[in-house]
């Protein structure tokens, strides 16, 4: 299974992005990048996932890197609310089986 | 749509007891997942479902069992509870399209073994 780093925690100002960086230079071809959050113990939260191209949603963008070994999650204007733990993954397949492994994530904590 | 539903929410045993936790999506998904995570860190695999009548180990199954009972529902059991199972329990679901998979998580359910 592919591994991801992450940093243990980061700061930014509210209303500022937020940028959380990720590498996983072990990827394979075909395995999607998962971003994932979580606040407090809640269940953890989809934010947006890719393969190659970069995406973007209501929530986030994802860059991810022409070599795919890293990438990027972008919140773009930060709030309180983003407050939490947020996990890159990796997601391996076997056989008919697909299976995300968490990494301890990077704690964001937004501040006024 | 409730989505990823779990039973109970909170639970305290004793060393030795059984229980069985419970899950259930309603998204007619066929993959369904047990996690469990410890303090401070990220979560752990302990079965998983690829689809209705198979299951198979991940990453922590000991003192696990599991049943997937239909496509709808996916049990966790705890034969005989230990201090080391306290932690908080995650199910989840997921769908694939062209080889894409979209996950979903329940809210967790909190074991105290004492």
């Known amino acids: 299974d592919a591994k991801t780093t992450q940093p243990t925690s980061m700061d930014c100002a509210e209303g500022r992005a937020a940028n959380l960086p990720c590498n996983h230079s072990t990827i394979s071809g075909n395995e999607y990048v998962y971003w994932y959050r979580q606040i407090h113990s809640q269940g953890p939260q989809y934010i947006i996932h890719g393969l190659k191209n970069n995406e973007t949603n209501e929530m986030a963008s994802l860059i991810i890197t022409e070599d795919r070994k890293s990438s990027t999650l972008i919140l773009p204007h930060a709030t309180l609310r983003d407050t939490a733990v947020y996990y890159c993954i990796v997601r391996s397949q076997t056989g008919t089986a697909s299976k995300l492994t968490f990494g301890t994530g990077t704690r964001l904590q937004v501040t006024l | 749509n409730a989505g990823v539903t779990q039973t109970p929410k909170f639970q305290v045993l004793k060393t030795g007891q059984s229980m069985t936790l419970q899950c259930a999506q309603d998204m007619n998904h066929n993959s369904m997942y047990w996690y469990r995570q410890d303090p401070g860190m990220g979560l752990r695999l302990i079965y998983y479902s690829a689809s209705e009548g198979t299951t198979d180990k991940g990453e922590v199954p000991n003192g696990y069992n599991v049943s997937r009972l239909n496509k709808r529902e996916f049990s966790l059991r705890l034969e005989s509870a230990a201090p080391s199972q306290t932690s908080v329990y995650f199910c989840?679901?997921?769908?694939?399209?062209?080889?894409?998979?979209?996950?979903?998580f329940g809210s967790g359910t909190r074991l105290t073994v004492v």
């Open positions: 989840a679901s997921s769908f694939e399209v062209g080889g894409d998979y979209g996950y979903t």
